[in-house]
Nanobody
């Protein structure tokens, strides 16, 4: 699976952004997918994951209730709706395809990565 993330930008605290990830390849609809983020000087961290059908999702505690992951297998698209953004959400955001069909949370569970899209939240 090849992945291309987009939708990042500069937003004020409390605002919203929607990230998109376009996928190519036949395995997208059978793969669990995820979003990760990496702030300067910090390790890449899990944000949200979704299983192959979209029927199961999981989230990092820091974004639970504010972010929503979704997918459209027909269009081969992955999304991350981010609401109530905080300055600490500032990071480069990466979409990734899991080696498995169900939800995954650890870096090594993901075999394909898109390029990052920068999200900057001003206070």
């Amino acid at each position: 699976v090849q992945l291309q993330a987009s939708g990042g930008g500069l937003v004020q605290a409390g605002g919203s952004l929607r990230l998109s990830c376009a996928a190519s390849g036949r395995t997208f609809s059978r793969s669990g997918m995820g979003w990760f983020r990496q702030a300067p000087g910090k390790a890449r961290e899990f944000v949200a994951g979704i299983n192959w059908s979209g029927g199961s999702t999981n989230y990092a505690d820091s974004v639970k209730g504010r972010f929503t992951i979704s997918r459209d297998n027909t269009e081969r698209m992955l999304y991350l709706q981010m609401n109530s953004l905080k300055p600490e959400d500032t990071a480069a955001y990466y979409c990734a395809a899991s080696r498995f069909s169900e939800t995954a949370t650890t870096l090594t569970d993901f075999g394909s990565w898109g390029q990052g899209t920068q999200v900057t939240v001003s206070s």
